[in-house]
Structures are given as structure tokens and as C-alpha cells.
């Protein structure tokens, strides 16, 4: 089944604990992106990544890092994390990252920062 | 990229058709009109996209004006699990850095 996966779901976390979330996608798609999702503010885009090793930053990039060294994982980094970054984090792919291609989400992981 | 108006909330009764507005009045020649729903905290959900004419899918129709300054979304039989948040994005065609989803419009389908 096609489809994009991330992990953990469900995240509860101290301020300064390094934490990764991961995702990967099983259709070969050449694109992969992160948002970030906050009520109000609707969904944002973080990072993306138009192939393998080559990332970019979204609208809102600060406090994250990401990496792309296979093209089927997108790993979201949050080095020190803060409790405004408590939030609900969406993966997402698509074939080519052009707005043609239809993106793919996966099911999104709550985040908390205490 | 434009931006776009949407209406915060709308109703719908079950069975009708559902019909969400959007305006993207500074819209350019080579912006597409991107439709997204999420229902209650899931993955946004591709809907359907055009640039001028008309475009029709199994999930519904999107209707742009001639002007292309808005864009009607019809779900032509609303059901219960048609309630969500309905995202209406301009984009140019290109890679989709900065993606701006919006806060949409939040459909309710009322039995």
C-alpha cells in the first residue's frame, strides 16, 4: 500500500532533549516536506527536500533540521526543543514536488514540549 | 503566490450539495487553484486542482470563473464524512517550497 509513515505518533518531551521524528515514504516520490500545524495559524511549511541531500527551508525553518540522505526518509531534528514547538507535525511526499503532483500526508505526530 | 479568502465555517445538510467559495482575486496567469481537506486532524487529503477550465473527479467539481479571481469547490452529495477543513491554495506551477495551506474553511455536513 502506498503511503507515508511517521514516527512516533505521539510525543510527550522536556525543553532541551533532543528528539527526532521520522518519516519515510514507500512510492519512490522524489519530493518530501515537513509542516508544522498550529490552530489559527493553519498549516506551515518547515523544510522540504526536492531529492536526495538537497533541502531547503519552508516558511518557518527555525529551531529544526532535517536531512535527506535516502530518498525514502525525511528525519524532522529538533536539537533543543522549546514549548513553542509543541504542535501537530505533518510528513508529506509527492512524485516530483511540482503543484501538479498531488502530495501525499502521513498521519501527523502530536508534539509536546513541556 | 496569491492569497486567497475563504469563508471560516459553512453547513451543509446531508445529501445536498455542498458548495465552498474561495476568492483569489490577485491571481496570476499561471497559478493553479489547489483544493485540500483535513478532517479532524489527519493528513490533509488532495481534492482536485485547475488552472481556467472547469475540472471534474470522483470527489467533486471545481468551478473557475472566467476571470479566475474565484473558484467555487461542489461536493454534489455531502454525507457525514464529508466534515472538514477545506483548504483552497493558489500556487505558480513549480516546485512547492513555502506551501501555505491557510486556515481554510471548516464544512459541516448536519444530518
Given at each position: 500500500e502506498a503511503q507515508v509513515t511517521q514516527n512516533p505518533r505521539y510525543l510527550i518531551t522536556v525543553t532541551g532533549k533532543k528528539l527526532t521524528v521520522t518519516c519515510s515514504?514507500?512510492?519512490n516520490h522524489e519530493y518530501m516536506s515537513w509542516y508544522r500545524q498550529d490552530p489559527g495559524l493553519g498549516l506551515r511549511q518547515i523544510y522540504y527536500s526536492m531529492n536526495v541531500e538537497v533541502?531547503?527551508?519552508?516558511?518557518?525553518?527555525?529551531?529544526?533540521?532535517?536531512?535527506?540522505k535516502e530518498k525514502r526518509n525525511f528525519p524532522l531534528i529538533l536539537e533543543s526543543p522549546s514549548p513553542n514547538q509543541t504542535s501537530l507535525y505533518f510528513c508529506a511526499s509527492s512524485l516530483f514536488g511540482l503543484d501538479t503532483d498531488t502530495q501525499y500526508f502521513g498521519p501527523g505526530t502530536r508534539l509536546t514540549v513541556l | 503566490d496569491a492569497k486567497t479568502t475563504q469563508p471560516t465555517s459553512m453547513d451543509c445538510a446531508e445529501g445536498r450539495a455542498a458548495?465552498?467559495?474561495?476568492?483569489?482575486?490577485?491571481?496570476?496567469?499561471?497559478?493553479?487553484?489547489?483544493w485540500y481537506r483535513q478532517i479532524h486532524s489527519q493528513g490533509p487529503q488532495y481534492i482536485i486542482h485547475g488552472l481556467k477550465?472547469?475540472?471534474?473527479?470522483?470527489?467533486?467539481?471545481?468551478?473557475?470563473?472566467?476571470?479566475?479571481?474565484?473558484?467555487?469547490?461542489?461536493?454534489?452529495?455531502?454525507?457525514?464524512?464529508?466534515?472538514?477543513?477545506?483548504?483552497?491554495?493558489?500556487?505558480?506551477?513549480?516546485p512547492m517550497n513555502q506551501f501555505?495551506?491557510?486556515?481554510?474553511?471548516?464544512l459541516t455536513v448536519i444530518p
Open positions: 515514504q514507500n512510492m533541502t531547503d527551508k519552508g516558511d518557518v525553518p527555525e529551531g529544526y533540521k532535517v536531512s535527506r | 458548495n465552498l467559495p474561495c476568492n483569489h482575486s490577485t491571481i496570476s496567469g499561471n497559478e493553479y487553484v489547489y477550465n472547469n475540472e471534474t473527479n470522483e470527489m467533486a467539481s471545481l468551478i473557475i470563473t472566467e476571470d479566475r479571481k474565484s473558484s467555487t469547490l461542489i461536493l454534489p452529495h455531502a454525507t457525514l464524512r464529508d466534515t472538514a477543513v477545506y483548504y483552497c491554495i493558489v500556487r505558480v506551477a513549480g501555505y495551506f491557510g486556515t481554510g474553511t471548516s
